[in-house]
Structure formats: C-alpha cells, structure tokens
C-alpha cells in the first residue's frame, strides 16, 4: 500500500500540475491581456507534447527504462515550472507547454508496467484503478491548491510550488524503485496494434471521455468568469467543490472494479457524463452549480474503468505502448477541445460549444458494445 500511494501520489501531481493551469487561466488572461482562444490554446501545446510523447512512449522506455522514464519526467516538469513566471510575454510559454507535455506524457506508459510487475495478477485490477484514482483527486485538488496558494503569491506563486514538489518526487522514486526486467526488442514500435480495431474504439471513447472531463474541467473557469460573470474566488470554489464526488467515486471504483461488469459501467458512465455536459447549458445558475457536481462526479470514473481494459486487451509486451497509443488520442480531448470551446466562447458562446460536445458524447457511448474479451 506505501508503493501504491507514492506512485498515486506521481500520477496526481503529473496530472494536478497540467489542470492547475485553469482555476488560474483567468489571472493569466488578465495579466498578459490575451482572449479566450489564445488564453485555451496552452491546453493545445500542452497536449501536442503530451501526445507525441505517449506515441513513442515505448521505444523510449526500451531504450533507457520505465524507471528513468518517470525520473526523468519529474525532473523536467519541475524545471518548466520554474521557467514559467519568468516568460516576459505569453508567447514563450508555448514551447514550455510543449515540453510540459512531452514530460508529463513519459509518466502513464512507463508506470503500468511496473504496477503489472509490482503486484500480483489478482491484484491488478485494484492497483490499478485505485492509482488511476489520483488524476480525479488531482482535478478536485487544483482549484483549492491555487485559492491558498494565491492568498499568499500572484499565481507565479503556483508554479513555483509545484516545481519544488516535482524535483523532491524525483528523488523519492530514484531511492525506492527498481527496473523491470523485460526482454528489448527490435523494432520495439508495435504499429499493429494502430491497427486494431480495440485500439480505435477504446481511442474515441477517450477522446470524448476526456472532451468531457479535463477538456471541459479546463474551460470552465472562463466560462463561469468571463460568460456567467461570477466573482473568480467564488468561481473557483464553486469548481473545486463539484469535484468532489469524482474523487470519491473513482477511489472507491477501485475495491470494487473486479466485480461488475466493465462494458455495461463504461456505458452507462459515458452516457450519464454527455447528458450532464449538454445540462450545464441551462441558463439558470443554481441548477448549473448542481449539475456541474453531478457531471464532475461521473466523467473521471470512465477512466478507472478503461485504464482495467487496457491489461485485459493487449498481452503484457503490449501494454506500455497501447496505453500510449491510447491516451495519446486523449490529446484531442485535452488540447482541440478546450481550444474549440475558447473559439465558441469568442465568436459564439460557451454554451454552444459544450452543448454540441454533449451530444457527441452521447452518440459514442455506443462503441462500448462493438468492444470484445473484456469481462474476463
């Protein structure tokens, strides 16, 4: 259990240190005077790296190792977020979101097979979704992290903070981890697995998946400041607080992940999660705050569910990479659509913009059926 919670404890700050840039993206905005599209297109660059990162995510861990993968990843976002307050103007952060990406996407394909390693058959299902909790935390956690930070800092404060964790992570996983053992392939690049149909469905469920999730998490700041003119601290608290009932539900999706059935909780989860996003396009406040908890709380718990997919699917040569290939899609997600939304908010509204999101997400919920052999 200490293992688990360090390396849960990794995949939050890899995943709380990209989502903290929404609950602050509103100071950002103010700061360097920019609109809503430019401001969204950090989440963009940040998932170009991210993505190109996952794609060849293998190769690099056959080259120099699942445990210098994650060191390494530590140790450079810990460093791009020391540059960060320095940028004298907003297009330098660019680049820097780029290799913030390209860090942070070295992380998820590096630790799932060392958690297969790690743990025992029976056990995987539970290590893994209890550390696949840690990004729902992360999402929750974000905008708290940024309210107290900023009492005391401007939002450079943030970045600050979290640079300092990243560097102290590298060192604990350096002190406590081992190698796996695996047996180096030539042409380590498995493109048949680009070929899969499994790959494809799982993909586009993620890419609305995450759409949905942090793609949203990431605009909703704007679209409560900026659109429904709420106060930024009443915003924010407003947003952490929605995030609640995900980090409480895909931790407990964990103790019992084994003992329903994936396809039908995929299902229901994903279709549950685009009703709820087409809701919060409901111009009265009160309920948009009481929908904006339930959607919260429903679309982190997907993901829980098809991290355990991944070890079912694809044999144990192949998971590292199709969990990169995999989430590399997620940059669509994560990157267009936040900056699709910013475009709708600029020239048409935000509500537009998540409405449709709503609706896709809805009509893709379907794949789960077309997705076979993942019960066993």
């Not at 630790?111 to 297969?116: C, N, Q």
């Not at 590298?170 to 149909?197: N, P, Q």
């Not at 106060?231 to 608290?237: C, V």
């Not at 705050?289 to 192949?318: D, W, Y």
């Amino acid at each position: 259990m200490l293992f688990l919670l360090f390396i849960w404890f990794l995949w939050f700050m890899s995943f709380t240190s990209r989502a903290i840039f929404s609950p602050i993206m509103p100071l950002i905005e103010d700061d360097f005077g920019i609109a809503h599209a430019r401001a969204t297109s950090v989440f963009t660059f940040i998932s170009i790296g991210y993505g190109v990162s996952l794609f060849f995510s293998g190769t690099f861990a056959n080259i120099f190792g699942y445990r210098k993968a994650i060191i390494l990843s530590n140790l450079i976002s810990g460093t791009v977020y020391f540059l960060i307050p320095n940028i004298p103007a907003f297009k330098f952060i660019y680049p820097l979101a780029i290799i913030l990406g390209m860090s942070s996407g070295l992380y998820l394909p590096s630790i799932m097979p060392l958690i297969t390693d790690y743990y025992e058959k029976k056990l995987w299902g539970k290590a893994i979704a209890l550390h696949g909790s840690g990004p729902s935390v992360g999402i929750f956690a974000a905008p708290f992290i940024a309210l107290f930070v900023l009492q005391f800092f401007s939002w450079k404060g943030v970045f600050f903070l979290l640079g300092t964790v990243m560097f102290v992570c590298a060192g604990i996983f350096s002190s406590i981890t081992d190698e796996v053992r695996m047996e180096k392939k030539k042409g380590y690049f498995l493109f048949h697995i680009l070929k899969s149909k499994t790959f494809w469905i799982i993909g586009t469920m993620w890419i609305f998946s995450a759409g949905c999730n942090l793609g949203l998490y990431l605009v909703i700041p704007l679209y409560l400041v900026k659109e429904l003119l709420m106060d930024i601290e009443e915003a924010n608290a407003i947003f952490g607080m929605s995030r609640i009932g995900g980090a409480i539900l895909t931790v407990s999706a964990g103790f019992f992940v084994d003992r329903i059935s994936i396809k039908k909780a995929s299902f229901l989860l994903m279709a549950s999660t685009g009703i709820f996003t087409l809701l919060l396009t409901v111009t009265n406040l009160n309920f948009i705050k009481v929908i904006l908890f339930f959607q919260a709380t429903v679309s982190p718990t997907i993901f829980t569910f098809a991290m355990v997919m991944i070890p079912r699917l694809f044999k144990e040569e192949e998971r590292g990479q199709a969990t990169g290939f995999i989430v590399t899609l997620t940059m669509i997600g994560t990157g267009v659509i936040p900056y699709l939304l910013g475009l709708s908010g600029d020239y048409l509204s935000f509500r537009f913009g998540i409405a449709l999101l709503g609706i896709l997400t809805i009509v893709s919920s379907g794949l789960v059926g077309l997705l076979k052999d993942i019960e066993r």
